[in-house]
């Protein structure tokens, strides 16, 4: 009965390939996230989405997209993968955008 | 843009002890909110303790408490009895009264428990 979940939990990849991290979350939420933490552990908002708004951080390159297929499920694609991509990546929902944010494991993303 | 800051990089405090971890934080916002979040070393990342800006009360939670004040943009988070499954990754956070932002996270201040 995991809140939010997401697979894989590791991802081993080469420089150039695409890649999808999934994120799905049970709580009934209505907005989702990704959050980057790089090698510092320093945390940084990417993306945040709900029905209705997708809300970009204006830093984060186009060549990665969130996807949601319907409200509990929030993926992110990857397109043409960097070594500076290389990361842990987190999911996160909320009932609203002002509610506590309840986050996945993560996802360790190394790209060789 | 809003800004956290956690000038505590690491923190150590002996098993059964009280430790404080420091927070600050730079808005022109009234409305928002207040997080501590711990990570520890399974990297999951799990809700301490909340608070709500516009609530005088600090916010309490077990052995959690945080000391919030709102004219100095602090928010410190006391750790009472610590114990060894305290030890981890503590991250401040803010959000913004929209909350289209998301969290702004502090850098993180890592808690060693000397048993």
């Known amino acids: 009965d995991t809140a939010v979940s997401q697979t894989p939990k590791y991802l081993v990849t080469q420089m150039g390939n695409d890649k999808s991290i999934k994120c799905e979350q049970n709580?009934?939420?209505?907005?989702m996230y990704w959050y980057k933490q790089d090698s510092k552990k320093f945390l940084k908002i990417m993306f945040s989405?709900?029905?209705?708004?997708?809300?970009i951080n204006e830093t984060v390159p186009n060549r990665f997209s969130p996807k949601s297929p319907d409200k509990a499920h929030l993926n992110l694609h990857i397109n043409s993968l960097e070594l500076g991509d290389s990361a842990v990546y987190f999911c996160?929902?909320?009932?609203?955008?002002?509610?506590?944010?309840?986050f996945g494991p993560g996802t360790r993303l190394t790209v060789l | 843009a809003q800004t956290v800051t956690q000038s505590q990089p690491e923190m150590s405090v002996q098993e059964a002890e009280t430790v404080t971890l420091s927070c600050t934080y730079d808005t022109s916002e009234s409305d928002y909110y207040l997080f501590w979040y711990k990570q520890p070393p399974s990297r999951q990342m799990i809700l301490v303790i909340r608070?709500?800006?516009?609530?005088?009360q600090n916010a309490t939670e077990n052995r959690f408490s945080v000391n919030f004040q709102k004219a100095a943009k602090s928010f410190s988070l006391k750790i009472s009895d610590s114990q060894l499954g305290d030890a981890a990754m503590y991250f401040c956070?803010?959000?913004?009264?929209?909350?289209?932002?998301?969290?702004?996270f502090g850098k993180g201040t890592h808690l060693i428990i000397q048993p």
């Open positions: 996160a929902s909320s009932h609203i955008r002002t509610d506590t944010q309840y």
């Open positions: 989405y709900n029905n209705k708004e997708l809300i």
């Open positions: 709580l009934g939420h209505d907005t």
């Open positions: 956070a803010y959000l913004g009264g929209g909350g289209a932002d998301g969290l702004t």
């Open positions: 608070q709500e800006a516009y609530k005088q």
